[in-house]
């Protein structure tokens, strides 16, 4: 009898540290959250112009309106933008919805962040990289730069990369590259992508020679995003039918499951890409780059400092909503998941 009550008190005693180690956890849990999502972010996307001088087939950006007022960032703004994130943020892209080598201000900007202690990253089509644009390049101090090359030979690039030249790319990618070793700089280090559609995927072995034969730092193949979630039927159709590749062996965000549809692979939360916002041409701050249309405007630059839409209540419940569950629908379509299942490098 004495055992049995002994045995039920301990038994108490023992649930009763199981529920505070319980309740321990879940708070060191939420806390994690918290600061996780109250962290500044790594980096910051800058839309630096929100238009473009090609029509890529695959491009969800310049197939409509986005509805900016203005379709560059002024450098006041720009200069404005730098000045307030200086502090707590090192890494900016210059690159959104456009092609940043438009915005005439362009290297203007890049010397600006890059003085004040930041690194650039610049993602561009490379069709604009003249003698006198690769020197502003080469003079503005850019740290990275990515060119997108969606094929390797002239038929296949000219015919995704609508308006594009390839003799002009490659011309421009091997003088921007000489002229960076002439100069003996260490930057910008330049990378060449490919995202790998059934359009493309037969010149792998020849986009790999061609950048060697560039002298590129980097080569890597991306996987293709169908963005589903808005209504444009013909442009999701013609990626699914006539761009997707189903295949294991190359990076991709999508499987085809058991009814034949392709399917995202990943349908986890986001409270690492949730941290990168993008501001826009306009000034507008968005949680991510997913939002292209700006439906989630969480502050404007032009009249508020950075970190105060940072850490106001809007932009926190944000964040934090998304860091529990993914619930727009913007998000329907957005992998939370490594790099390496969207990129892969080739060298
Ligand atoms: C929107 S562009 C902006 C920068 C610049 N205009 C360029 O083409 O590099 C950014 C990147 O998105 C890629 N892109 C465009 N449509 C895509 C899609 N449907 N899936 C995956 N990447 C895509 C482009 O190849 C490019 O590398
Ligand atoms: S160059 Fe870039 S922004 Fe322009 S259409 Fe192509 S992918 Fe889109
Ligand atoms: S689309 Fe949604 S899930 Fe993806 S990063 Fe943006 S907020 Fe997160």
């Known amino acids: 009898m004495k055992y049995t009550l002994l045995k039920n008190k301990l038994s108490r005693i023992s649930a009763k540290i199981r529920e505070g180690n319980l309740r321990r956890y879940l708070s060191f849990r939420l806390q994690r959250i918290i600061h996780n999502v109250n962290k500044y972010?790594?980096?910051?996307?800058?839309?630096?112009?929100?238009?473009?001088?090609?029509?890529?087939?695959?491009?969800?950006?310049?197939?409509?309106?986005?509805?900016?007022?203005?379709?560059?960032?002024?450098?006041?703004?720009?200069?404005?933008?730098?000045?307030?994130?200086?502090?707590?943020?090192?890494?900016?892209?210059?690159?959104?919805?456009?092609e940043p080598l438009l915005n005439k201000d362009i290297f203007n900007m890049i010397r600006y962040a890059t003085d004040k202690g930041i690194s650039v990253s610049m993602l561009t089509?490379?069709?604009?990289?003249?003698?006198?644009?690769r020197k502003g390049v080469l003079d503005s101090g850019l740290n990275f730069m990515a060119i997108s090359m969606d094929g390797a030979t002239k038929y296949t690039y000219e015919s995704i990369r609508i308006g594009a030249s390839f003799e002009r790319l490659?011309?421009?990618?091997?003088?921007?590259?000489?002229?960076?070793?002439?100069?003996?700089?260490?930057?910008?280090?330049?990378?060449?992508?490919?995202?790998?559609?059934?359009?493309?995927?037969?010149?792998i072995n020849i986009f790999e020679n061609l950048a060697r034969d560039l002298g590129v730092d980097r080569a890597y193949l991306k996987s293709l995003h169908i963005d589903r979630t808005r209504e444009d039927v013909e442009y999701v159709k013609n990626l699914e039918t006539d761009y997707f590749v189903n295949s294991t062996a190359l990076p991709s965000r999508y499987f085809v499951n058991k009814e034949g549809n392709i399917e995202l692979k990943d349908k986890g939360l986001c409270p690492q890409k949730v941290r990168s916002p993008v501001i826009t041409a306009d000034g507008d701050v968005l949680p991510c780059c997913f939002d292209i249309f700006g439906e989630y405007v969480l502050g404007n630059v032009a009249n508020q400092?950075?970190?105060?839409?940072?850490?106001?209540?809007?932009?926190?419940?944000?964040?934090?909503?998304?860091?529990?569950?993914?619930?727009?629908?913007?998000?329907?379509?957005?992998?939370?998941?490594?790099y390496k299942t969207i990129n892969k490098i080739i060298f």
Not at 48 to 73: E, H, P, Q, W, Y
Not at 173 to 197: C, F, W, Y
Request: hydrophobic residues 40%.
């Open 125 to 133: 089509n490379g069709i604009l990289l003249t003698a006198e644009a």
């Open 170 to 203: 490659v011309e421009n990618i091997g003088a921007l590259i000489k002229e960076r070793n002439q100069r003996r700089l260490s930057h910008p280090s330049v990378d060449l992508q490919m995202v790998v559609t059934q359009k493309n995927i037969h010149e």
């Open 41 to 98: 972010p790594n980096d910051i996307v800058i839309e630096t112009a929100s238009v473009c001088n090609l029509n890529c087939t695959i491009c969800r950006s310049v197939k409509a309106d986005l509805g900016r007022k203005n379709r560059f960032m002024s450098l006041a703004l720009f200069k404005k933008i730098v000045d307030g994130i200086a502090p707590i943020c090192n890494t900016i892209g210059v690159s959104y919805c456009g």
């Open 305 to 338: 400092r950075f970190s105060d839409i940072w850490n106001s209540r809007k932009y926190f419940d944000f964040r934090y909503s998304m860091a529990m569950q993914r619930k727009l629908s913007m998000c329907s379509d957005c992998l939370p998941t490594n």
